[in-house]
């Protein structure tokens, strides 16, 4: 279910490596529909959206193998433990086949790596878990340890951000420097990019730096362009 011997060496596999991304508070149930319409166009890996969204996800998404993806406590993974575990089991119930977590950044912060573990050991046993660091928030050190963390807890993935990241789109070569972290601290774990990946430039450098899993808004724009390149 989750191999990483895919090469990404076309459109079509690019494709299948991009969580489509609707995550903006704003959206609406339309919006919500179209982005899984999108989806579906492109053959997406995946659509990664607020809890509320799930339901309707898993619906729109029925009858293909595209995983309803739910993004859980942003921005800095600040709710009490209780409360993450309960949002987690709803999203479960609801049809979410990945949680897409952000990692408690306040602990990292403190040291609280014990607490972080026991946290995101629960999670994990809920379902397959992404966990969201936000490397951006944190030192070269502390990218490390939490990916070792990820890994030992019995997660499936290592992910960079999500809304709200310090790292501007400018910044991205600085992000993709911390996927080569992660993946020393977390080897044999799958490794996301997300936050400010808008093209396929992006995407090639991201993959480079060692990303296995691609979040974004823009993966429309993305196949777009990559068509129009495969033309020219």
Not at 72 to 96: L, M, N, T
Not at 139 to 150: G, H, L, P, R, Y
Not at 164 to 193: S, V, W
Request: hydrophobic residues 35%; aromatic residues 4%.
């Amino acid at each position: 279910m989750y191999s990483k011997k895919t090469k990404i060496s076309n459109g079509v596999n690019i494709a299948k490596i991009i969580d489509h991304t609707n995550i903006k508070l704003t959206a609406t149930a339309k919006d919500i529909i179209k982005t899984c319409h999108e989806a579906k166009t492109y053959d997406f890996r995946g659509v990664c959206v607020r809890p509320e969204w799930v339901k309707l996800v898993r619906e729109e998404l029925e009858g293909t193998n595209i995983k309803t993806v739910v993004l859980i406590d942003p921005p800095i993974g600040d709710s009490p433990h209780k409360k993450r575990i309960q949002i987690c089991e709803i999203a479960k119930r609801d049809g979410a086949d990945e949680l897409d977590v952000v990692i408690s950044i306040p602990d990292v912060k403190h040291g609280e790596w014990e607490k972080i573990l026991k946290d995101l050991k629960e999670i994990s046993k809920i379902l397959p878990t992404k966990v969201i660091i936000g490397s951006g928030y944190l030192t070269d050190e502390e990218i490390e340890k939490a990916s070792e963390i990820v890994k030992k807890a019995g997660a499936i993935c290592v992910k960079t951000a999500t809304e709200k990241d310090p790292l501007e789109y400018r910044e991205l070569k600085e992000k993709f420097f911390h996927l080569k972290i992660m993946r020393e601290g977390a080897p044999g774990l799958f490794i996301k990019a997300a936050g400010g990946i808008r093209t396929f430039s992006d995407v090639k450098e991201a993959i480079k730096a060692g990303a296995d899993i691609i979040g974004t808004s823009s993966g429309v724009e993305i196949m777009k362009e990559l068509k129009n390149k495969k033309r020219s």
